[in-house]
């Protein structure tokens, strides 16, 4: 039978014996002042079957990291490994990045890059395509890291989005688009505003609902 993994004791005034495996100081153990350490061991042995089986998933989660991003609205589950200095990011539609890396944290930096890309791309189009369309007129498409906002028209009708606005589905990103595209002629949100809205997207309540509801959603997870 493989030993137990060394472990660190830490006293205190309790009445029971705890297991507590730390991603940063590994296994410890937390016992009453009064209890021997050779009833500690017996009880660290007891539990050695949990111990690895948790140290092992621990080893897992550090070398590769499984989660959900959404593009388009649709939900994507990515794999992030970091081996060495080799570092590579796949999504479950994409590949995005493989190269050397100085550390972990440069995931997020990847993952903000490819949205961005791809929001510049997307909203271009998509903006491009009203505003012909509808003769909506706009001087320069922007893309943000904001994140209390989902799009804003400056007074000289620069349009301004988040990347973030890619993870939602097409038709609420239009929605955003149409919203930001009429203030290029309304600066507020009169009635004649909205009106122009509904004009371009008659449902365009069911889409600003579900930003409301739904777009809390569309962030990064944390690393």
Not at 92 to 121: L, N
Request: contains cysteine; positive net charge.
């Amino acid at each position: 039978m493989p030993k137990t993994p060394p472990f660190e004791i830490i006293r205190a005034s309790r009445r029971s014996i705890s297991i507590q495996i730390s991603r940063t100081k590994g296994l410890i153990v937390r016992a009453p002042f009064s209890v021997p350490e050779d009833i500690i061991h017996a009880f660290v042995e007891r539990k050695s079957d949990w111990i690895r089986k948790h140290l092992s998933r621990q080893r897992e989660q550090k070398e590769q990291r499984n989660t959900i991003l959404y593009h388009l609205g649709q939900p994507h589950s990515y794999e992030y490994n970091l081996l060495q200095k080799e570092t590579v990011l796949r999504l479950e539609w994409m590949f995005v990045f493989s190269g050397k890396v100085r550390e972990a944290s440069v995931e997020q930096v990847m993952i903000t890059k490819w949205y961005r890309k791809q929001a510049q791309q997307h909203l271009n189009e998509r903006v491009a395509h009203f505003s012909e369309k509808h003769g909506l007129k706009y001087e320069q498409i922007r893309i943000t890291s904001a994140i209390t906002r989902w799009g804003s028209c400056s007074g000289c009708n620069n349009l301004n989005f988040p990347w973030r606005l890619l993870m939602a589905p097409e038709k609420v990103i239009d929605y955003v688009i149409v919203h930001e595209l009429a203030h290029t002629v309304h600066k507020n949100h009169s009635s004649r505003f909205w009106t122009l809205v509904e004009s371009i997207m008659p449902d365009w309540k069911t889409h600003r609902t579900h930003l409301q509801e739904e777009g809390w959603k569309y962030t990064l997870p944390k690393f």
